[in-house]
């Protein structure tokens, strides 16, 4: 399964730089003024994972397949999207398609660099879009609630929604998003956000993009950014598009010597693929062979048998058992015989859950 990151933000605030960074692809023109990107660039990018590199020395297979993760880069926004100012209407039908935003604010001055509201100002930015996401499921449940209103008056389940959805209304009215709505766990609700999949419920990441003199001391405008984001329970990630698109071509020896020189432990795509996983409940588990190793992407919780279906469907509709080793034991053990040899080979039915990093070999009839 894939995961889906919508990289959003006012224009010129550096998206495209960072998804070229992020996709260590340069295949999203960056220029200096609004509008550059105007179809949503995409591209699939594999999630770096130091497992599978240990579960191949050992293996040592003919490839290694990593769980990848999709990065959209959309279009930029202005105030007024909502109503079809600017690129308005085509990027919220965009960003409904992606699970997660990465939001990028621009955290930096730079007098060489254009801004849209011409000034630095990370909050306004962030109110700019999270405003129109939420101007944008207001009209999107006004037109709702018009339908549910004439079905109320002969069906008893319209009436629930109804209810529901006033009620939702009112809060969205006053700029809240629907992420802070009391009662998401309403079935009722939950049945509309399937059908409408609001803007304004997406899990927000804020891509805080500074200069190299703020990657290791943060400057006034991430602390703002970390101060906002602790309200609405977002997580922020610190990083410089313009040195994340300088480690675009280099070995990893020589990114890994370039990060440690600038004080860095971690690339902004590593940190942005980690925090997206986490917000997801999404885990890896591996299988290994001599024909490949993999890591295959669930959601945390998932049983044996519905763990298997990422593989194919039948495994899920056939499963009989799993043969599972935990990632550690691998490692230790040294291999899947010894592994087996030591007794850390396990076999498991249909309740089981998937731990992360679990070696699994999965055994069907179909």
């Not at 009209?139 to 629930?160: G, T, V």
């Not at 009391?182 to 509309?192: G, I, P, R, T």
């Amino acid at each position: 399964m894939g995961v889906s990151v919508g990289i959003v933000g006012l224009p010129n605030v550096g998206k495209s730089t960072t998804f070229n960074a992020l996709t260590k692809a340069q295949n999203a023109e960056s220029a200096n003024y609004p509008f550059c990107t105007i179809e949503p660039n995409k591209a699939v990018v594999p999630v770096p994972d130091q497992r599978l590199e240990e579960l191949a020395k050992i293996v040592k297979p003919n490839k290694i397949q990593y769980s990848t993760i999709d990065f959209v880069d959309i279009a930029g926004l202005v105030k007024g999207a909502s109503k079809g100012e600017g690129l308005g209407n085509k990027f919220l039908s965009n960003i409904r398609e992606v699970e997660v935003i990465l939001h990028i604010v621009r955290c930096f001055d730079d007098e060489n660099i254009t801004h849209v509201e011409n000034s630095i100002n990370p909050l306004r930015d962030i109110e700019i879009i999270e405003s129109e996401l939420i101007f944008a499921d207001i009209e999107q449940l006004e037109k709702k609630i018009e339908k549910l209103n004439r079905q109320a008056k002969s069906d008893k389940s319209a009436k629930k929604s109804l209810e529901i959805s006033m009620e939702l209304l009112d809060h969205l009215n006053e700029i809240q998003p629907v992420s802070t709505f009391a009662k998401k766990d309403n079935e009722e609700f939950v049945l509309l956000d399937k059908e409408l999949r609001f803007l304004s419920n997406k899990e927000i990441i804020y891509g805080a993009n500074v200069d190299e003199n703020s990657l290791i001391e943060d400057n006034k405008y991430i602390k703002e950014v970390a101060t906002h984001a602790k309200k609405v329970g977002a997580e922020v990630i610190k990083l410089c598009a313009k040195i994340e698109e300088e480690l675009v071509g280099l070995e990893e020896d020589e990114a890994k010597e370039f990060l440690s020189e600038l004080g860095i432990e971690e690339s902004g795509l590593n940190k942005i693929i980690r925090v997206s996983f986490e917000k997801l409940g999404l885990i890896s588990y591996f299988t290994a062979g001599v024909v490949e190793v993999r890591a295959w992407t669930i959601k945390n919780g998932w049983k044996a048998p519905k763990a298997a279906s990422v593989i194919h469907n039948d495994f899920e509709k056939g499963f009989i058992r799993a043969e599972v080793i935990s990632y550690n034991d691998f490692i230790t053990c040294g291999g899947e015989i010894k592994a087996k040899e030591a007794g850390k080979m396990r076999l498991e039915g249909k309740d089981y859950i998937v731990a992360d990093g679990d070696v699994m070999h999965f055994r069907f009839n179909v």
